[in-house]
T-cell receptor, first 115, second 109 residues
């Protein structure tokens, strides 16, 4: 397995502000992903964080709203920009430790509440 | 597009009971299937991974089966305990990962 540390674990934010979530992995991984889980729902993939290049966003998610950095193979950040109450969710960092192995590991999640 | 369904959405059982959680998927062209546990407000903990060539995997009191042809997987929990109370999600791995909506399990002491 992989040890994935996410912070903050939770935060309460004001409408219109931005928050950056950090994800640190204990070993180098090729594939890192960011998911969103809205209240009572399943996981939705926001983007794949690519090391050294722009993230690959899923339909419905854009870089201006969810900028992602991945400076190396163990670290990534997700920023939720210009937040509204609809952005209140759990944001999850995930890794596929061996590319193509088809097994995901998750961080503890960051629970954001936007007032 | 792959659709993953988990029934029931919620389940409540007395402690000590054996139980089965269900996961159905529409496209049988999958690589793997993974079961997770999620505690309230937390991330996902991997429980079992079943590769497409396998029919089942076991870990302690957990046993997961996979029937690709029928598009079904089950997670069997033996001798349930209050600490098993959580939401259980399955994820089907094809060209990407597809998650079910989960089954919320409550084990009553």
């Amino acid at each position: 397995s992989a040890v994935i540390s996410q912070k903050p674990s939770r935060d309460i934010c004001q409408r219109g502000t931005s928050l950056t979530i950090q994800c640190q992995v204990d070993s180098q991984v090729t594939m890192m992903f960011w998911y969103r889980q809205q209240p009572g729902q399943s996981l939705t993939l926001i983007a794949t964080a690519n090391q050294g290049s722009e993230a690959t966003y899923e339909s419905g998610f854009v870089i201006d709203k969810f900028p992602i950095s991945r400076p190396n193979l163990t670290f990534s950040t997700l920023t939720v920009s210009n937040m509204s109450p609809e952005d209140s969710s759990i944001y999850l960092c995930s890794v596929e430790r061996t590319s193509g192995a088809g097994e995901l590991f998750f961080g503890e999640g960051s629970r954001l509440t936007v007032l | 597009k792959q659709e993953v369904t988990q029934i029931p959405a919620a389940l409540s059982v007395p402690e000590g009971e054996n139980l089965v959680l269900n996961c159905s998927f529409t496209d049988s062209a999958i690589y793997n299937l993974q079961w997770f546990r999620q505690d309230p407000g937390k991330g996902l903990t991997s429980l079992l991974l079943i590769q497409s060539s396998q029919r089942e995997q076991t870990s302690g009191r957990l046993n997961a089966s996979l029937d690709k042809s029928s598009g079904r997987s089950t997670l069997y929990i033996a001798a349930s305990q209050p600490g098993d109370s959580a939401t259980y999600l399955c994820a089907v791995i094809g060209n990407q990962f597809y998650f079910g909506t989960g089954t919320s399990l409550t084990v009553i002491p």
